[in-house]
């Protein structure tokens, strides 16, 4: 599973043919969440709520190069890197 992006030990990664909804996987201190992309909301799993609110602003400023990963990776092609937070 490609990593797209890493902040505050906050771990961002897509896999190749996922079932949809559109989304990410997030991955921090033993915790991992599956995020749509469209509402940033968990569609499975568990983040802290510190760790879920990065997530969440991270995700609102890249959604966009979210979904053209999503698309890529629905193509079988590997996605692009997104800057992390700053």
Known sequence: MPT????YG???QMFWHDHPPPHFHARYAGFKAQI????????EGHLPRTALALVREWGEQHRAELMENWTLCAQNQSPQKISPLP
């Open 4 to 7: 797209i992006s890493l902040f």
């Open 36 to 43: 749509d992309i469209q509402t940033l909301d968990i569609i």
């Open 10 to 12: 906050v771990l961002i």
